[in-house]
């Protein structure tokens, strides 16, 4: 999750991404949708959202086609938070569990 999604995690992922958008660096989000979240770039930070929910081991939900990582596109930097959950799953080709 992104802001406006509050959490330690949320904040850490924040906070790193406004500062490298700030050094001029092109940052990217991939994060699940959340009401409230306006359109286009916050703060310098595109954010990609999608329509997802649960786990590879309980069956991903949602409205929209779940990306795999390959298709995000490339990146320098990714952050999980822990594991059994959505994003982490899409990472790894396997479950743990």
């Known amino acids: 999750m992104y802001w406006p999604s509050?959490?330690?995690?949320?904040?850490?992922?924040?906070?790193?991404?406004e500062r490298l958008a700030r050094k001029g660096h092109s940052v990217t989000v991939v994060t699940s949708k959340i009401g409230g979240r306006?359109?286009?770039?916050?703060?310098?930070?595109?954010?990609?959202e999608f329509s997802i929910s649960g786990t590879r081991c309980q069956a991903f939900g949602g409205n929209d086609k779940?990306?795999?990582?390959?298709s995000c596109g490339t990146f320098d930097i990714m952050m999980n938070y822990a594991a059994q959950q959505w994003s982490t799953d899409l990472a790894y080709p396997f479950s743990i569990g």
């Open 6 to 17: 509050v959490g330690g995690a949320q904040e850490v992922v924040l906070q790193i991404s």
């Open 38 to 48: 306006p359109k286009g770039p916050v703060n310098g930070v595109k954010i990609e």
């Open 66 to 70: 779940v990306p795999g990582v390959s």
